[in-house]
Structures are given as C-alpha cells and as structure tokens.
C-alpha cells in the first residue's frame, strides 16, 4: 500500500512538473517573441518588409534602417546626453533617497511623520505641467543640464522603498555603531548602505530606465539646445521624419516610399537601439532586483 502510494505521488509530482515547464515554455515564448520579431524586422529590408510574414528572423538581411538612424547628426550628441544624464542622475537619485529614507527611519527623528506624510501625498497631488514649467522658467532652469537631474532628485516611492527595507534591519546594528564612537553618517555611509544593497539596485533600475527613457523635458525645456538635446528626443524626430516623408510621397508607389525612408523599419530599429543599453545592464542587477521587489512581502 505505501509503495502505492509513493507511486502515485511520484507521478502526481511528475504531472506537476510538466504542468509547470511547460507553462515556463508558453511564457517564455510569449516573452521572446515580441522581441525578437522587432529585432528581425530592424535588420530587414524596407521593400520586403512590407509583405509582412516575418517572424524572428530577416528575410532579406540588411544595416540600413541602423545607418539611417546614425545618419542624422544630432544623435551622438543625444547619446552622450542622455549617458550622462543617466549615470548623474542615477547617483544623485540614489544618495538623496537613501539619505532622507535613513533619516526618516530614525525613531528619534521627531518630525519623521509629518514628512512621511508630506511625502506622501507628493504621491497624489501635483501642480500640475504649466505651473511646473512656471517654476522651472524661474528657477533659471531653462536651457541648462541640471533640468535633467534636480527636479527628479527626490521621489517619494523610491524613499519609501528604501526606508521599508532599512526598517526590516536590526536596530542594534545603529545602536553598536554608536557605542563604537560612529556618528550618523558613518553608520549611514558604511553600516546601512552596504546592507541595503538589494533596495538600492531596485531603484537604481528604476532611476536609470527613466533617465535613459526620457524626453518630454528635452521638449519642453531643451529643445531648441542642440547641445542639450538627447538621444530618445532624437529618435523621436527620427520617427517624425520617415513619417511626414512617407505621408509626403502618399501619391507614388508605395515600395518606391519605403524603399527610400522605411518608417516602419526604422521604427524597429529605434525600439532595439533603446532597449538594448537597458537590457545589457539588466542582468547585472537582477538577484539584487528580485529580492528588492519583494520587500516586505514576509514579515518577520
């Protein structure tokens, strides 16, 4: 009768791993797909691509929806803005959320709950974009770097995360640091930071990923600098372009048009060249962004 029942577990466990890798398979797939059918329609020919039917690879393989792309002068520019946009902005992000995150998670902070709530409602309730612009405009802010980095500076969501995670640390780790004549920002510097290193790759992908995806600001703010410009404002004239050529050449052959400026394709092509800096830094951060997101999913 065990030997049953061992039996049928064994082959109800089996069943459920079938059940789950295939599953795995159907998601992956899902997953993958999407990706690399852009990927294969950015390295395909602009008159082929029309027909349609591609699938993860190119039918007719060809670099020149890439070199119209890199053609236009501005975008090594907006390359190298939006770099350095990303890596400042990124840090100084990191320090200032994880510096008031530690500050607010001090229990003899007084004012700790009148600012968790201030920041708090930043979450729900916004001036809006023109009075946004307004103070931007006075600020003397217009036409200049710092527009990229010091609005964003301190983001109440990313200061929460980071004072939940520091909560769940052992406050005895503070008090033995002061026994041992640390001061706060010793015990910040070198007790919480090294220990909140899975909260702050977390936001350091969040940050980054806004960073590297914007462009409203160049808009709004930038966008008659052409030295300030950056790279997904760029693309994004890109895509203005092919398009008002193809709606321009409506009246002529169709294949003729797309031959000559592919929006489609140089659509595809712009997709993978901003997705791809994310991806390669993505894998760097994952073990520290899985345990990141499931803060406080387990309470001790």
């Known amino acids: 009768m065990?030997?049953?029942?061992?039996?049928?577990?064994s082959w109800s466990d089996r069943i459920f791993d079938l059940v789950v890798y295939l599953a795995i398979t159907v998601?992956?797939?899902?997953?993958?797909?999407?990706?690399?059918?852009?990927?294969?329609?950015?390295?395909?020919?602009?008159?082929?691509?029309?027909?349609?039917?591609?699938?993860?690879?190119?039918?007719?393989?060809?670099?020149?929806?890439?070199?119209?792309?890199?053609?236009?002068?501005?975008?090594i520019t907006g390359f190298k803005i939006s770099v350095l946009r990303t890596l400042i902005g990124t840090l100084l992000g990191l320090i200032s959320a994880s510096m008031l995150a530690f500050t607010l998670s001090r229990v003899d902070f007084q004012a700790r709950?009148?600012?968790?709530?201030?920041?708090?409602?930043?979450?729900?309730?916004s001036g809006g974009l023109i009075p946004f612009y307004i103070l931007i405009k006075d600020l003397h802010m217009m036409g200049t770097f710092s527009v990229y980095v010091l609005p964003g500076l301190v983001s109440a969501f990313n200061v929460f995360v980071i004072r939940s995670f520091i909560d769940g640390l052992p406050y005895a780790l503070q008090e033995s640091a002061k026994l041992d004549g640390?001061?706060?920002?010793?015990?910040?510097?070198?007790?919480?930071?090294?220990?909140?290193?899975?909260?702050?790759?977390?936001?350091?992908?969040?940050?980054?990923?806004g960073q590297w995806n914007a462009w409203i600001d160049t808009y709004l703010y930038n966008g008659s600098k052409d030295s300030l410009t950056t790279l997904q404002f760029e693309l994004m004239k890109v895509i203005q372009s092919t398009t008002t050529n193809a709606d321009n050449?409506?009246?002529?052959?169709?294949?003729?048009?797309?031959?000559?400026?592919?929006?489609?394709?140089?659509?595809m092509a712009i997709t993978i060249v901003v997705t791809v800096p994310i991806l390669i830094v993505y894998p760097f951060l994952q073990r520290y962004f899985v345990k990141g997101m499931t803060l406080g999913s387990v309470k001790s």
Not at 29 to 40: D, E, G, K, S, W
Not at 250 to 264: C, F, K, L
């Open 2 to 9: 065990r030997i049953k029942k061992l039996a049928a577990a």
């Open 27 to 75: 998601v992956t797939v899902a997953t993958l797909y999407p990706f690399l059918n852009v990927l294969a329609i950015s390295f395909n020919d602009s008159t082929d691509s029309i027909k349609g039917g591609i699938t993860i690879y190119p039918r007719v393989f060809t670099f020149k929806n890439y070199e119209t792309i890199f053609a236009f002068s501005g975008l």
């Open 113 to 125: 709950r009148f600012v968790s709530t201030f920041l708090a409602l930043t979450m729900y309730v």
């Open 182 to 209: 640390a001061n706060d920002f010793t015990i910040y510097w070198r007790v919480i930071l090294p220990l909140t290193k899975p909260a702050l790759a977390t936001i350091a992908l969040f940050l980054a990923v």
């Open 249 to 267: 050449f409506r009246g002529r052959n169709m294949t003729e048009v797309m031959a000559q400026i592919s929006p489609e394709s140089v659509k």
